[in-house]
């Protein structure tokens, strides 16, 4: 079993940045193999955004999101990081924060992110 707990999100305007942070909890978590960040909008499907590989390299950003956000890991800490830079309306959503463990997936509990024009 992973916990996965969320912190950082909120309200800003649109070209302002959050940062978004996830900590990972249990006694599988040594078995985590990638970490990411999902986000749904109202009314839509819950959509990936970015994830990272645990160890060695790899990186993926949707479209979407590419140039303007960034995720980032601390192994030592067991936390995974979303740097939002360059808001804008259309990134309002629940972020979530997801751990794929041994082929199981779990989630954080959500965090919202609202993004005023």
């Known amino acids: 079993q992973v916990q996965l707990v969320e912190s950082g999100g909120g309200l800003v305007q649109a070209g302002g940045s959050l940062r978004l942070s996830c900590a990972a909890s249990?006694?599988?978590?040594?078995?985590?193999?990638?970490m990411g960040w999902f986000r749904q909008a109202p009314g839509k499907e819950r959509e990936l955004a970015a994830r990272?590989?645990?160890?060695?390299?790899?990186?993926y950003y949707d479209d979407s999101v590419k140039g303007r956000f960034t995720v980032s890991r601390d192994n030592a800490k067991n936390t995974v990081y979303l740097q939002m830079n360059s808001l804008k309306p259309e990134d309002t959503a629940v972020y979530y924060c997801?751990?794929?463990?041994?082929?199981?997936?779990?989630w954080g509990q959500g965090t919202q992110v609202t993004v005023s024009s």
């Open positions: 249990g006694r599988t978590r040594q078995y985590i193999e990638t």
């Open positions: 990272i590989r645990w160890s060695g390299i790899g990186i």
């Open positions: 997801n751990a794929n463990v041994l082929g199981a997936d779990y």
